[in-house]
């Protein structure tokens, strides 16, 4: 993180507070000051105590989750996928006449607890909200790349790292540096990598932190199942795709996308019996798709593909294929929420 960062975010965090403090949330919830939709994206719920797979992707404990379920559906018009459409029209028609706001709650990649801890919150909440499926997690119970490597540093029996290969350079000391600091360096790496060099810098970690790869059992009950999420898709929750392996698309050629994006699609309407037609982008940061990945959207017939760079939709066309939303993060609490729905124009950017 920049220097810019961390001064922008400070002066975001004091301009939450103030606002927390002296009633102005409650009072922009009440008297809105945008129009428009707010997308939220969640990865798992719950808490990661003792786990050794990647602490970051916990969005939020139940007791969190279940308050910004309230707090979005008493302030909000709370939306499922089947409103997209109409909710992005009403938004993008006349943002000062029409003080319309939406909100949509999302997930992505398929965990478990999607299914056992925040799927009753939304229930008794009457509240919907869009699951976005990869389909190598659920149907072959696949570890991702980011629990593997955090479980592999995690595992370590060693006190030094030496790290000096083509992708690495330099030693870190394991004890004094944090693993999340170092799982999250190896991760950025990871990112760069063309998707035929991923296995090798797998390995080179297994290697390089003594853990080896991590054994399969740790992804047997990570994810939901088909039948799960048919269970959600019958309650009327929202099932989009998220690509088959859940690569980077950029790092892959024009055909492999397609196939991602197409094959995902097709796993996923007959693993449910129903038609998807949402994709939301791996990583989902602006560098992680491109002209081809459009391309390929359209080709195997979706409509709409969620981004996750922060931005909400408002005054103007949306760009179907670049919808945004919000990662919503560990570090965020429920006013960090409020905040980034009462004004996402000065919240919602990261
Ligand atoms: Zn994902």
Redesign the pocket.
């Known amino acids: 993180m920049t220097g810019t960062a961390v001064a922008r975010l400070s002066k975001r965090q004091i301009l939450r507070q103030i606002l927390n403090r002296s009633g102005g949330l409650r009072l922009l919830e009440a008297v809105p000051a945008w129009s428009g939709l707010v997308a939220l994206n969640y990865?798992r719920i719950g808490a990661p105590t003792h786990s050794l797979l990647n602490h970051a992707l916990w969005s939020a404990s139940e007791t969190d989750f279940d308050a910004h379920v309230r707090t979005l559906k008493s302030n909000f018009d709370l939306i499922g996928l089947n409103d997209l459409n109409a909710a992005i029209g009403d938004a993008s028609r006349d943002a000062t006449r029409r003080r319309h706001r939406f909100a949509m709650i999302t997930f992505?990649?398929g965990y478990i607890d999607n299914y056992e801890l925040a799927f009753p919150i939304l229930q008794a909440h009457n509240a919907p909200a869009t699951f976005?499926i990869?389909t190598d997690f659920v149907g072959r119970r696949r570890l991702s790349w980011w629990d593997e490597i955090a479980w592999m540093v995690r595992s370590s029996p060693r006190r030094m790292l030496r790290l000096s290969t083509p992708w690495f350079d330099g030693s870190v000391d394991v004890p004094t540096e944090p693993s999340s600091v170092l799982i999250h360096r190896l991760l950025q790496t990871f990112y760069l990598l063309p998707a035929q060099q991923t296995e090798n810098y797998l390995d080179w970690i297994a290697a390089a932190t003594g853990s080896g790869r991590a054994p399969a059992v740790l992804s047997e009950t990570l994810w939901m199942n088909w039948d799960q999420v048919n269970e959600l898709a019958d309650a009327g929750m929202g099932i989009g795709a998220?690509s088959v392996t859940?690569s980077v698309m950029t790092s892959l050629s024009a055909e492999e996308q397609l196939f991602e994006i197409l094959e995902s699609r097709l796993i996923i309407e007959h693993a449910i019996g129903r038609s998807v037609s949402t994709f939301?982008y791996?990583?989902?940061r602006r560098s992680t798709f491109n002209v081809e990945t459009r391309n390929a959207l359209s080709r195997a017939g979706f409509d709409w593909a969620f981004s996750q760079y922060g931005g909400f939709v408002s005054g103007q066309p949306a760009d179907r294929f670049d919808i945004p939303r919000v990662a919503v993060e560990t570090d965020l609490d429920l006013s960090d929420v409020r905040a980034i729905c009462a004004l996402p124009q000065a919240f919602a950017r990261h």
């Open positions: 990865h992505d990649d976005f990869t998220h859940h939301s791996p990583l989902g």
